[in-house]
């Protein structure tokens, strides 16, 4: 089992910046990939960016140029987004893969003011 925790959604302008964090914990050494995924009101859930073991990373073309993923050697996962839009305004989620199964935060919110 993988548990994984986000943190560092809020409230910001347009313009404006926030990273997001997700701790992963469990069984670590079974992950393969990990990524953030948001769901707008109304909307599917959709891809933001994908990170794998190897570091390769991968994004939604919308938000390649303003987000970055990266992680840390404490299998932590962070999601820098930049120069906000109203239109990022939606939950966040956190996943994680490993060969059986895919894992999901619980969500963190991101609200973006124009």
């Known amino acids: 089992q993988v548990q994984l925790v986000e943190s560092g959604g809020g409230l910001v302008q347009a313009g404006g910046s926030l990273r997001l964090s997700c701790a992963a914990s469990?069984?670590?050494?079974?992950?393969?990939?990990m990524g953030w995924y948001r769901q707008a009101p109304g909307k599917p859930r959709e891809l933001v960016a994908l990170?794998?073991?190897?570091?390769?990373t991968n994004y939604a073309d919308s938000m390649k140029d303003r987000f970055t993923i990266s992680r840390d050697t404490k299998n932590t996962v962070y999601l820098q987004m930049n120069s906000l839009k109203p239109d990022d305004t939606a939950v966040y989620y956190c996943?994680?893969?490993?060969?059986?199964?895919?894992?999901w935060g619980q969500g963190t919110q991101v609200t973006v003011s124009s």
């Open positions: 996943n994680a893969r490993t060969q059986f199964k895919l894992y």
């Open positions: 469990g069984s670590i050494f079974s992950i393969t990939s």
């Open positions: 990170i794998n073991s190897g570091g390769t």
